[in-house]
């Protein structure tokens, strides 16, 4: 006899065990980590951006930003 604890969630299967596991395994925990990814930057905001380095090559990058160059 099956007892279905969670009747609202779909069934586990042995794939997602296996990852949960291997999670736990390596960083001692289960938690959401956030991925790490990479702004997106057209071409011509590159091109703007080497051009004030260029002009100005001492220019902080916080003050770019606040450019929004």
Same mark, same amino acid.
């Given at each position: 006899?099956?007892? =279905? #604890?969670? !009747?609202?969630?779909? !069934?586990?299967?042995?794939? #997602?065990?296996? *990852? ?5 395994? =390596?960083?001692?925990?289960v938690? *959401?980590? !956030?991925? *790490?990814?990479?702004?997106v930057?057209?071409?011509? #905001?590159?091109?703007n951006?080497?051009?004030a380095? =260029? =002009?100005?090559?001492? #220019? !902080? ?6 450019? *929004?160059?």
């Open positions: 006899m099956v007892i =279905e #604890t969670h !009747p609202d969630l779909p !069934p586990l299967n042995q794939g #997602t065990i296996s *990852k949960i596991e291997a999670q736990y395994r =390596e960083m001692g925990h938690r *959401k980590v !956030p991925s *790490k990814r990479q702004a930057v057209d071409d011509d #905001t590159k091109l951006l080497l051009l380095l =260029e =002009e100005n090559p001492i #220019t !902080p990058a916080r003050q770019l930003a606040r450019d *929004k160059i």
